[in-house]
């Protein structure tokens, strides 16, 4: 029976380790929740209390975060849209900064094709003082605009902090569109697409606004 609890508490240790790894929040608040928890039990076991105690209050924390972040996930009063040049020197520099995880979700995305030919809207998704996130579209007429960039850093993918841009901002709406198209790619986060309200047709993932 020992080696069952020894395994337990190793599993424990390896995913509070693991969860230090992870780059979203919610994915290192969940698995760190589940190493400290394995971590008191084990301690509870064989009485190193004060290992239990702070183990304990580790799920303790863990938890209040969770319940924070997920009532957080969906508020409009916690991520702001704002409308910016597509010359604008922080998106710029923001999208510098970024370019390499950009690259690896867009390819074919390139900074300085947003201040090229065409009329484009580009917002900055912002979380308090801080930038999260880019979505870019160009205008193809008709009240149609193609979204050429949604991006949003690691540590916020699990809030789909862009459905902010398309579904309760207005920001798309005040520029005159009606309806938002994706060209379907390999790379596309469908899941993301359908929560936030898209739809697939033909060889584009459309939502009306």
């Known amino acids: ?27 290192f608040r969940w698995m760190n929740l589940a190493g400290s928890l394995l971590a008191t039990v084990y301690n509870t076991i064989f009485e190193i209390w004060p290992f239990v105690a702070m183990n304990g209050a580790i799920v303790l924390i863990n938890a209040y975060w969770i319940l924070r972040l997920t009532r957080e996930r969906h508020d409009p009063g916690v991520y702001q849209v704002l409308s910016v040049s597509p010359e604008d020197p922080f998106l710029q520099h923001f999208l510098k900064v970024h370019a ?26 912002t979380r308090g003082d801080e930038a999260v996130g880019v979505v870019a579209l160009r205008d193809e007429g008709g009240g149609v605009g193609l979204v050429e960039l ?36 390999p790379e596309l986060d469908r899941e993301y697409l359908r929560n936030v309200g898209f739809s697939t047709q033909g060889t584009r993932w459309v939502r009306e606004l």
């Open 150 to 185: 949604d991006w949003v850093k690691p540590r916020f993918r699990d809030f789909t902090p862009g459905e902010f841009v398309y579904r309760d901002s207005g920001a798309l709406t005040s520029e005159g569109f009606r309806r938002v198209e994706i060209e379907t790619r």
């Open 1 to 27: 029976m020992d080696t069952v609890w020894e395994a337990l508490g190793w599993i424990g240790s390896i995913l509070v380790v693991w969860s230090l790894m992870q780059a979203r929040m919610l994915r």
């Open 100 to 125: 390499a995880d950009i690259a690896a979700h867009r390819p074919d995305f390139a900074a300085r094709t947003l201040a090229s030919g065409g009329r484009r809207a580009t917002y900055l998704v």
